[in-house]
DNA sequence: TATCAAAAGATAATAATTATCCTTTAAGTA
DNA sequence: TACTTAAAGGATAATTATTATCTTTTGATA
């Protein structure tokens, strides 16, 4: 089990009971949104606000304890920060898996023909999982 | 100047005054979101009711007739739909560009390695435009 | 040009997110 | 270990974003 107190700390964020749980939570389900976090956090902190999950990921949002992933026709999920990464949802079942992708022949295409300096990329593949075909 | 009548026929939405002012906005500005195109409208249709962008946009998106695009640390943004292809966003002044890019690589390391078949690509790449460096 | 399903407009309702305010607490310091 | 205090949590009001409802208007077809 690893220690996220001083990893919150180390990203200046106090260690709350509630945010070493948002991020086991995190941990252990790898991506979440918001509503499912909150149900989630609700069986351990039974009064726990809203507004306090709310707060929590905004925070670690500004502080790159974790990062947004937008999806196509669903809400955004949040993940722990991690190395840089792209993600396959599937569209039958909805699993989000991350994975590690070689972009830099796409980015090289992108400097050479449109002159743009590429700092960061996201990348989301919908399709169907190995489980669902 | 292109014929949308025909097209949002095609689409099998009605052509309507509004709808053709809204394909014209999409056309001119390539990509826009729910409040900015709402304020252009207002200066055709100065008493355009707010749930009729909200309509029309989830109605064309239902029909394929638009495409939402999920930026980064904004809000969407609606394009009309043309042909597969990426999109390019300058983290200093905003702006947004498709660009079309060989992602036939990266899709096959995703089947080799993953199992996963994949039907579509979203990709967004920031970083700093011609014009801003 | 008459008909009617569909669309527009107005606005109420709902959902999502943020702000406010008071109480509690994490974490550094004596 | 207790003290101090800025920060965080909880409750909930306020705001923003989106959708639903209902009545009037209109595009498209006959």
Redesign the pocket.
């Given at each position: 089990m690893i220690n996220y107190t001083n990893i919150l700390?180390e990203h200046t964020?106090?260690?709350?009971?509630?945010?070493l749980a948002i991020t086991d939570v995190l941990y252990t389900n790898g991506h979440i949104n918001?509503e499912s976090l909150y149900e989630k956090m609700i069986k351990k902190?039974t009064?726990?606000?809203?507004?306090?999950i709310?707060?929590?990921i905004?925070?670690m949002l500004e502080h790159s304890f974790i990062q947004e992933v937008k999806l196509p026709n669903a809400k955004s999920v949040y993940e722990l920060t991690k190395e840089t990464h792209s993600h396959i949802v599937c569209t039958t079942c909805g699993s989000i898996e991350d994975i590690s992708l070689d972009l830099n022949k796409v980015i090289m295409q992108v400097s050479e023909s449109n002159a743009f300096h590429t700092t960061s990329s996201d990348l989301v593949l919908s399709g169907i999982c190995i489980h669902c075909k």
């Amino acid at each position: 089990m690893i220690n996220y107190t001083n990893i919150l700390r180390e990203h200046t964020l106090k260690a709350t009971p509630q945010r070493l749980a948002i991020t086991d939570v995190l941990y252990t389900n790898g991506h979440i949104n918001i509503e499912s976090l909150y149900e989630k956090m609700i069986k351990k902190f039974t009064s726990i606000s809203l507004a306090t999950i709310y707060k929590n990921i905004n925070l670690m949002l500004e502080h790159s304890f974790i990062q947004e992933v937008k999806l196509p026709n669903a809400k955004s999920v949040y993940e722990l920060t991690k190395e840089t990464h792209s993600h396959i949802v599937c569209t039958t079942c909805g699993s989000i898996e991350d994975i590690s992708l070689d972009l830099n022949k796409v980015i090289m295409q992108v400097s050479e023909s449109n002159a743009f300096h590429t700092t960061s990329s996201d990348l989301v593949l919908s399709g169907i999982c190995i489980h669902c075909k």
